[in-house]
């Protein structure tokens, strides 16, 4: 049985064969190589971001269920005409200013419990890689020189249009653009490297001074880091066009060889059941939500539990509703926990979990269907209880149970494993007396770190009239 996924290329379900080349054993396979478009640092990342980066995650970490190894890649965009604007606005140099949201970034990552992926390039970090392959497109003489900015000159390259599936007419020869983003009516020859204006960054380089076009450093950063066709390259719909057209023109023209074997496309989120913006009120970041008291869990599983190709309807009675099938979940673990049976008289789990594998397994085959394997999944949950309540299951059935829990959540990313003994309410407790102390003393500053640092950790403090409680963050 292999994976299907449905390549935006071809507009098909696709076997799924990295490297190009279909092996006896999954094993066997070359690590599958995955770039992912990242953020553009020049402000906090919105959901509709995050569920885009926590598909990227589902992707890396069922693959890696079902045995191949990774080589993932997500880039950091730090300097394009938003980052530029946004320094010039606050006065602070380029770097100050994506340094301080790159971070805030990886902390919102970390927080919907997102792994890491092996490389985070940084565009400020690849400009050489960049002219490199720039020099490749002008050997080829597929790029022209207009007033110290290059351009890519698409009449020159046929193939241009197939990923976005563009009508060939609407293509104005000639016609230029140097804004990173435009739309599909405005299919125009686009800015590989943009003359510098008054007051923003530039680098030196043979073609003259200046800085890079948003698109050509994805293509710089894939070369870079796996210097050959990459198996999977994912992004929003929005991405398409023309940033992923532009992509695929600028490699292929450079290096003549296949660029991308599988596109993978998350679709939109909507907030309400509207777009989302900020005119609506209806954008909202992940620390907006956090804000408001609702935890990252819930929010991951709201996030991860439509089908990637299927638009997602963002609500906040959603969260709630999250919050109870984490609760189902929870409820679960605790019961099996306890547990302490040790005569056998049930012959059936090891066929219910091998049941529930195949079962999960053959939803996430179909072009990752989070949707039916979620199905599966709560259908296990449901029998087990069951099971529970008839009290069928001995302590070893349960941990049996447990551990299938566990290799289903190196997928899902969203299950509690710890109990509440894991706390250490000693030491809670300790920070709580020297905090009630902190505002005896109107030490302020250190009564708000104690609650900042708890609350880091998942623990809540209610100040009440008679006094501070904690509450563990579900
Ligand atoms: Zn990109």
């Known amino acids: 049985m292999a994976i299907k996924i449905y390549n935006t290329m071809s507009r098909k379900l696709e076997e799924f064969i990295p490297g190009g080349e279909p092996k006896e054993q999954i094993t066997d396979y070359p690590p599958v190589t995955i770039y992912s478009c990242g953020p553009t640092v020049y402000s906090f990342a919105h959901i509709g971001n995050f569920r885009t980066f926590i598909f990227n995650d589902l992707l890396r ?24 604007k946004g320094a010039l606005a606050e006065g602070i140099t380029l770097k100050e200013y994506t340094d301080k949201y790159t971070k805030i970034f990886f902390e919102d990552l ?26 490749k497109i002008d050997e080829k003489g597929i790029m022209y020189n207009s007033e110290g900015s290059l351009y890519f000159d698409i009449s020159k390259f046929p193939q241009y249009g197939r990923l976005s599936n563009l009508d060939k007419r609407e293509i104005k020869a000639g016609a230029r653009y140097d804004a990173d983003e435009y739309n599909k009516e405005d299919v125009r020859d686009f800015a590989l490297w943009k003359a510098p204006k008054e007051n923003e960054p530039f680098w030196e380089t043979p073609y003259g001074p200046g800085r890079p076009g948003w ?30 057209e532009n992509e695929i023109a600028q490699s292929e023209a450079a290096y003549g060889e296949k660029f991308v074997r599988y596109w ?21 970041t992940l620390r907006d939500l956090l804000n408001m008291g609702y935890s990252p869990r819930p929010i991951r599983y709201l996030l991860i539990s439509a089908h990637y190709r299927k638009q997602l309807n963002f609500t906040l009675e959603g969260i709630k509703h999250s919050e109870q099938a984490l609760e189902r979940i929870d409820n679960l673990i605790v019961r099996l926990r306890d547990i302490k049976k040790e005569e056998h008289n049930f012959n059936e789990c090891d066929n ?20 039916g394997a979620l199905g599966v999944f709560f259908e296990f949950v449901s029998k087990v209880n069951t099971l529970i309540s008839e009290e069928k299951l001995s302590k070893n059935d349960a941990e049996k149970i447990i551990a ?3 290799k289903l959540d190196s997928v899902f990313g969203f299950i509690n494993f710890e109990s509440e003994e894991d706390v250490d309410a000693e030491r809670i407790e300790a920070l709580v007396q020297e905090r009630i102390q902190a505002k005896k003393d109107k030490n302020f500053k250190r009564a708000d770190e104690i609650r900042d640092m708890l609350k ?19």
């Open 456 to 474: 880091e950790e998942g623990i809540i403090l209610e100040d009440t009239k008679d006094g501070t409680r904690w509450k563990r963050k579900k």
């Open 404 to 406: 299938a829990i566990n």
């Open 110 to 135: 970390k927080k919907l419990n997102i792994e890491p992926v092996e490389h985070n390039p940084r565009a400020t970090e690849s400009i050489e890689e960049m002219i490199d392959i720039i020099k």
């Open 215 to 244: 698109h050509i450093e994805c293509s710089a950063m894939i070369r870079k880091i796996f210097g050959k066709t990459i198996d999977i390259h994912t992004g929003g719909v929005d991405l398409i066009f023309p940033h992923h």
């Open 61 to 84: 970490r069922y693959l890696k269920f079902r045995g191949y190894s990774v080589d993932h890649a997500m880039n950091i965009t730090d300097v394009d005409d938003k980052t530029i």
């Open 352 to 371: 219910l979990i091998a049941k529930l594998y195949f079962d999960f397994t053959e939803a996430m085959d179909n072009d990752l269907n989070i949707s």
């Open 264 to 284: 993978l496309h998350v679709e939109h989120l909507l907030v309400d059941g509207a777009k989302m913006s900020k005119s609506a009120g209806n954008f909202y």
